[in-house]
């Protein structure tokens, strides 16, 4: 067992590389931890997002046994929180043992009330505190093994969808594993912009492409004659592949453009001889929910759980909530150059 006596808790400088070198190390190790726990998002979230950070370990006789990320996001439309982690699908503390995770928690709790946040939230897979509030009806993963081999991948399509990948095969269509993510951000861009839902920034996006290098990828559809349908950023974590952000042309629809950049994801994914396909999380009951169902995947909530502070129940950020619909409809109605400049602003407080 740990000493727990000779547990110390410490803030993660991400500009020392020697430091967050010893921070992935663990983090690469550690059953509990994610892509989202990595060193990376410390300054991406603190550089381009412009959010305070807190990036917590725990350690012990010289050894990490766990870590907790943590930033502070402070908005007037959208509120005061301090959460694990904005824009991440997964988050909470990675850890070898309870006594460094409850060390951490408790931290993020000083800190939460330290700061005057309204809210502490973490985003765990899991349920951990039965007694926390917890929003566990709105957002789902998608996780599946893959297949050893291509034709098993193809055959462990539903049939409906297999036939809309040789539909895409038949198209010609090609795939493309693109150097930058102009071409990536252009569809994403447009793509969000028609769902009425503020875009992130092309600098985000080229920031994650800098710092995590070889681990995100961008690949890209586009028709016979060279036309860009659907581009898909991808994270790579130890024996997974993670598509996280996406966007397509409307033409991409009639080409089966997004069921074809999925099995070419997926397909060079078994080549590298990779495990588990993380379709990532979804809002229940939307677009993308059905489709990802369509492809065999079943759904996993997720369990993001709350201390709330200053507010009476949990806060609901997102386009499934009623008084957002203006704003939705309204943004839609933006031309995309000014959707694009303004739309960082915003949803930099989202998360």
Not at 107 to 122: C, K, S, T, W
Not at 144 to 162: G, L, S, V
Not at 241 to 269: H, I, Q, S
Not at 338 to 344: E, F, Q, R, S, Y
């Amino acid at each position: 067992m740990p000493d727990a006596a000779a547990l110390s808790l410490h803030r993660l400088d991400g500009s020392r590389a020697e430091e967050a070198a010893r921070w992935d190390a663990f983090v690469t190790a550690c059953p509990e931890a994610t892509f989202f726990h990595r060193a990376g998002w410390e300054r991406i979230t603190r550089e381009v997002l412009r959010h305070d950070t807190h990036f917590l370990y725990a350690e012990s006789h010289g050894q990490i046994r766990g870590v907790l990320p943590l930033a502070r996001v402070h908005s007037r439309l959208f509120g005061h929180s301090l959460s694990s982690l904005p824009f991440a699908a997964y988050g909470g503390v990675a850890a070898l043992d309870d006594e460094a995770r409850a060390a951490l928690e408790a931290e993020a709790q000083a800190i939460a009330q330290r700061l005057g946040v309204e809210h502490l939230e973490l985003r765990h897979i899991e349920r951990r505190h039965p007694d926390w509030p917890a929003q566990d009806q709105l957002y789902v993963t998608f996780r599946k093994p893959i297949e050893p081999t291509e034709e098993a991948n193809m055959q462990a399509i539903p049939r409906k969808q297999r036939a809309m990948v040789r539909k895409g095969i038949k198209l010609g269509l090609v795939s493309h594993i693109d150097p930058g993510v102009d071409r990536f951000f252009a569809l994403y861009a447009s793509n969000v912009h028609r769902h009425g839902t503020p875009a992130l920034s092309r600098r985000y996006f080229q920031a994650l492409r800098d710092t995590f290098g070889d681990d995100c990828e961008v690949l890209t559809v586009t028709s016979a004659d060279g036309q860009p349908l659907t581009s898909v950023l991808s994270f790579y974590f130890r024996d997974e592949v993670l598509p996280t952000f996406a966007g397509d042309d409307p033409a991409a629809r009639d080409l089966a453009a997004n069921d074809f950049k999925y099995w070419e994801l997926m397909r060079r994914a078994c080549a590298r001889g990779l495990k588990v396909f993380d379709y990532g999380r979804s809002k229940v009951g939307t677009g993308p929910y059905h489709f990802k169902r369509n492809w065999g995947f079943e759904p996993t909530p997720l369990h993001y759980e709350y201390r709330l502070y200053k507010r009476e129940g949990i806060p609901q950020n997102n386009p499934a909530n009623p008084k957002y619909r203006l704003m939705i409809e309204t943004w839609r109605r933006l031309p995309l150059p000014v959707a694009n400049w303004l739309g960082p602003h915003i949803v930099r407080n989202l998360g």
